[in-house]
Nanobody, 125 residues
Framework: VQLQASGGGLVQAGGSLRLSCVAS????????LGWFRQAPGKEREFVAA????????YYADSVKGRFTISREIAKKTVYIQMNNLKPEDTAVYYC???????????????????WGQGTQVTVSS
């Protein structure tokens, strides 16, 4: 699976951005598609995930109610709509894909086999 992320940029606090991640290669029917982020000097952390088959979604507590992950099946694309952005959301955002991921491990980096390049999101105060 190849992943291509896009949509990052500079936005003021309270603003919105939508990131996209286009997947190519294998069928995604058994895959979890996730978004992670990494701020300078910090570890990469889980943001949200979506089970491609069924569309179940999962979120980190820090983004619940502000971020929404969704998919467009025909385009093999997963989105993350980010609203009410805060300076602490500033990070490089990565999309990832993994197969056979169970609910209890959805936030672990190690269970995702494929990663896209990052896209920078900067939120100014």
């Amino acid at each position: 699976v190849q992943l291509q992320a896009s949509g990052g940029g500079l936005v003021q606090a309270g603003g919105s951005l939508r990131l996209s991640c286009v997947a190519s290669g294998r069928t995604l029917s058994n895959y979890m598609l996730g978004w992670f982020r990494q701020a300078p000097g910090k570890e990469r952390e889980f943001v949200a995930a979506l089970r491609w088959s069924g569309g179940n979604t999962y979120y980190a507590d820090s983004v619940k109610g502000r971020f929404t992950i969704s998919r467009e099946i025909a385009k093999k694309t997963v989105y993350i709509q980010m609203n009410n952005l805060k300076p602490e959301d500033t990070a490089v955002y990565y999309c990832a894909a993994g197969s056979g991921i169970i609910l209890t491990t959805v936030s672990r980096r190690s269970v995702y086999d494929y990663w896209g390049q990052g896209t920078q999101v900067t939120v100014s105060s």
